[in-house]
């Protein structure tokens, strides 16, 4: 080649016309439907885990008891439990994308009467907030059966990964911003500045719809959304009559109990048994929790770049779960390796339990029956996990047989996903109307 042919095709590449505004703009406009779902769903949990850090500065100036402290961590997890069967009656006769306002405004409303300076009003806010979290619950899911249905996995596991980030920066950071602003103000900063952009671009990219385009199939649905609206058009299949229902609310329910008794009583695990001072068993709870934002974003990868179907991947995931107790029980020394182990797990297992609920469901209104079923389920008994496993630490002592309870947990959650996996039965649904598998 020719000096002269070199450098006029190199002169040929360095004047390459610029990408087409149109298209920049383009791109943009089909990434804000993401964008507003994940802004909103970073809400579901960072306003009530910016309380733990500020636990001290919230008993001293409200002059509560380490008891009282303690249930009102408690409350929002009874209250997801005790509240999803109302809220979804609520969401049967709201527009879904009015639905995610009602929520953002609920939980902003919660967090500032949370913040009033009284035991009361952190209690009553706290239940607010759960309140509106509840709902958020319920809808997610069913945003992403409406919306997304042919990124189910992508999707379920973004949205995981987005409160599992938003909860990380929210424990992190909510103890140094209380040193400028107050913990009042710190609290109440978790949900009002978040809240309003989530709020400002879901109604800009999702407006309230009128009752008769509810649960209009979006672009993004195919396929899948076309069987979704022949579905609409049958009978409705009472959820608590399928029993796969009932295995997948099992699974969920096993799943929750690990969770919340691992993440309770894994700092004083570590303390008593591996040795640990207070900031290693912190450090060790922080492994826990920040390896979860990795464990959803591997499971579409698994699926769709890797090929891999969901048996497999559950299998995975499972035996990732299962390593935590009962390492924790055989070789405590190896802590970190099993918290890493176990904060992956526990963020998989949600995405790849949920991408299977949406998968099951036909359309949105019953992805939120089959998601209340199964998270009223969960959520009560999560609320008892953590009492069952200091019960069990305060009658027989050391932590094998607490570890033992939580394994016990998550034997019975890999059972039931296995089945859920392996079942591909669908109550008065022909193969024709069935979702696509991601």
Same mark, same amino acid.
């Given at each position: 080649m020719s000096h002269t042919d070199a450098r006029g095709r190199r002169g040929d590449h360095t004047t390459q016309p610029a990408p087409d505004p149109q298209l920049r703009h383009a791109a943009w406009q089909a990434a804000l439907p993401t964008i507003a779902f994940l802004l909103f769903v970073s809400l579901l949990r960072s306003p009530i885990t910016?309380?733990?850090?500020?636990?001290g500065r919230m008993a001293g100036d409200l002059g509560m008891s380490s008891s009282a402290m303690g249930a009102l961590t408690s409350v929002p997890v009874l209250c997801f439990g005790a509240l999803t069967p109302i809220a979804s009656l609520v969401l049967r006769r709201l527009d879904l994308n009015a639905s995610v306002l009602w929520a953002l405004a609920?939980?902003?409303?919660?967090?500032?009467?949370?913040?009033?300076?009284s035991v009361w009003a952190a209690f009553a806010g706290t239940a607010v907030i759960a309140a509106g979290m509840t709902l958020g619950n319920l809808i997610a899911p069913m945003v992403i059966a409406r919306s997304f249905r042919n990124r189910t996995a992508l999707m379920t596991?973004?949205?995981?990964?987005?409160?599992?980030?938003a909860v990380t920066l929210s424990t992190a950071l909510a103890a140094p911003l209380a040193l400028l602003i107050g913990w009042q103000g710190s609290t109440a900063a978790w949900a009002l500045a978040p809240g309003v952009i989530a709020g400002f671009v879901w109604w800009k990219v999702f407006p309230p719809q009128r009752r008769r385009d509810r649960d209009a199939v979006s672009p993004d649905t195919g396929a899948?959304?076309?069987?979704?609206?022949?579905?609409r058009r049958k009978p409705s299949v009472s959820i608590v009559a399928w029993p796969l229902a009932w295995i997948m609310a099992a699974a969920f329910a096993a799943h929750n109990l690990a969770y919340y008794s691992t993440v309770t009583?894994?700092?004083?695990? $570590?303390?008593?048994? !591996?040795?640990?001072?207070?900031?290693? *068993?912190g450090l060790a709870s922080?492994?826990?929790?920040?390896?979860?934002?990795?464990?959803?974003?591997?499971?579409?990868?698994?699926?769709?770049?890797?090929?891999?179907?969901?048996?497999?991947?559950?299998?995975i995931v499972c035996a990732c779960w299962l390593a935590l107790p009962f390492g924790m029980?055989?070789?405590?020394?190896?802590?970190?390796?099993?918290?890493? $182990?176990?904060?992956? !797990?526990?963020?998989?297992?949600?995405? *790849?339990?949920?991408?299977?609920?949406?998968?099951?469901?036909?359309t949105p209104d019953e992805s939120r029956r089959l998601t209340a079923l199964i998270q009223t389920t969960g959520y009560i008994v999560a609320s008892l996990g953590p009492i069952l496993v200091g019960h069990v630490h305060?009658?027989?002592?050391g932590w094998t047989l607490p570890f033992a309870v939580i394994g016990a947990a998550t034997v019975i959650l890999t059972v039931c996903a296995m089945i859920a996996v392996g079942d591909t039965s669908r109550p008065a649904v022909s193969p024709a109307d069935r979702p696509t598998e991601v």
């Open positions: 910016a309380v733990p850090p500020l636990l609920i939980i902003m409303a919660g967090s500032v009467l949370r913040s009033a300076g596991s973004s949205y995981s990964a987005s409160v599992n980030i899948a959304g076309r069987s979704g609206e022949n579905a009583w894994l700092p004083t695990a $570590l303390r008593e048994v !591996a040795r640990l001072g207070e900031s290693g *068993a922080s492994v826990f929790q920040i390896t979860a934002v990795a464990g959803p974003l591997m499971v579409p990868l698994a699926l769709n770049r890797m090929g891999w179907s969901m048996r497999r991947v559950m299998i029980m055989t070789l405590p020394s190896l802590w970190l390796v099993w918290c890493i $182990l176990g904060g992956i !797990a526990q963020g998989a297992f949600f995405s *790849a339990l949920f991408t299977i609920v949406i998968q099951r469901s036909r305060d009658q027989f002592g």
